[in-house]
């Protein structure tokens, strides 16, 4: 497993290297836009975009320092070269009516592309008055996400930053090989949907050295997430890491070999969860590792919750179909919020199995913390705090 990270981390460096030795330069001010964060400066963007992915070598779009202003905006694929690099310096911001961008789903969306680098940069979503309009109860839309790679491949995301975004900030769909190093996501804690990393239908997807305050999931995990490699990482406020939401169809792609380790949670509502609606389903979570992880103050340090059923509506009185099995937490230290540190609520029809806990020590304020285990099967080696349930 550390080999993988070593092997990520020496790609990085050459792909950096070499992306950043563009031929062509496309500057976007050049290009007719603004740094005043009130013009309109989308045109330009993607005639910059136009020139890069025309060119038939390595290319670069740089963004000087200053504001621009952009609307909804998709990148498109089947450039003539797989080596773009977006220099960014500035900042981009969403327009300030989120009703512009509210039901676009995207702001900015890279589809179909190969060898593309973020490197730098904020994007600011403008998000909090959809925040406050959400939090009224009246009819608001929902919100686009920030960034978007959808079936693309070859992607390294390098020291960028997001905030306010309106709903999720960075969305991976579809994606292979996937770098992101460096990554700073900034939101409320009590700001709705705005989960800092989803990756979906992915493989070869690397997240290290990166930061996320939120108020929804710092990372997400969904269907067809397979070789996922999360290191370095520190969360709160927000839900934790979560595999899930799984079983929303009966026919979903599994997840597997997922490694989360040396990860920081400071007062998140969850720490490393699995979640599953309560009804039919063919998917699966398997082969995952949770290491080296701190827990500050959490209030749901490790969580398996296959009985997901938020209002009861969709699910009451079924079970989960989605099979969970060889689940390992070693090394998992720190307080919990709760007296039950430790929760394991699987399906009844399809228990968890393969669970192994080692070396793990949490600890709950004036009392001994508390573990709970339904219909799970396992294992617990060394020290265990607290006590073993499985």
Not at 116 to 140: P, S, Y
Not at 217 to 226: A, K, Q, V
Not at 284 to 291: I, S
Not at 297 to 306: A, G, S, T
Request: hydrophobic residues 35%.
């Amino acid at each position: 497993m550390a080999k993988q990270s070593i092997t990520f981390i020496l790609l990085l460096l050459f792909v950096l290297l070499y992306r950043t030795s563009a031929g062509s330069v496309y500057n976007v001010i050049q290009l007719g836009a603004k740094p005043d964060g009130q013009t309109d400066s989308t045109k330009a963007f993607l005639s910059a975009w136009s020139g890069a992915c025309g060119s038939a070598s390595p290319a670069m779009i740089y963004v000087p320092r200053g504001r621009y202003l952009l609307k909804q905006a998709t990148f498109g694929g089947n450039c003539k070269n797989s080596a773009i690099t977006i220099r960014i310096d500035g900042i981009l911001v969403a327009p300030s009516d989120y009703r512009v961008l509210g039901n676009a789903d995207t702001w900015l969306m890279f589809q179909g592309v190969n060898g593309v680098t973020l490197n730098g940069g904020t994007l600011d979503g403008r998000g909090t008055a959809l925040w406050a309009c959400k939090a009224t109860g009246k009819n608001c839309p929902d919100g686009a996400t920030t960034l978007t790679f959808v079936n693309s491949k070859n992607i390294v995301i390098n020291g960028l930053s997001s905030i306010n975004s309106q709903m999720f900030h960075i969305v991976i769909n579809g994606c292979q090989n996937v770098f992101m190093g460096g990554v700073m996501i900034t939101a409320s804690g009590d700001s709705p949907n705005t989960d800092g990393i989803h990756v979906q239908l992915s493989t070869g997807v690397t997240i290290m050295s990166t930061g996320i305050k939120t108020g929804d999931d710092c990372i997400s995990i969904g269907p067809g997430t397979t070789n996922l490699w999360i290191e370095n990482v520190a969360c709160g406020p927000g839900h934790g890491i979560s595999i899930g939401s799984l079983a929303k169809d009966l026919n979903e792609q599994g997840v597997q070999n997922v490694t989360v380790k040396t990860v920081i949670f400071t007062g998140t509502q969850n720490g490393v969860r699995i979640k599953s609606w309560g009804r039919p389903s063919n998917g699966f979570v398997r082969k995952v590792l949770y290491r080296d992880v701190l827990m500050k103050n959490v209030q749901n340090p490790i969580v398996i919750d296959q009985n997901y059923c938020p209002r009861n509506e969709s699910c009451p009185g079924q079970v989960s179909g989605v099979k969970i099995s060889d689940i390992t937490y070693k090394g998992i230290h720190g307080t919990s919020a709760t007296a039950v540190a430790i929760k394991f609520d699987c399906s009844r029809t399809n228990p968890c199995r393969g669970i192994r806990l080692e070396d793990v020590k949490l600890t709950y304020p004036n009392q001994p913390a508390k573990s709970s285990c339904t219909n799970v099967d396992g294992s617990a080696y060394g020290l265990v705090e607290p006590s073993s349930c499985l």
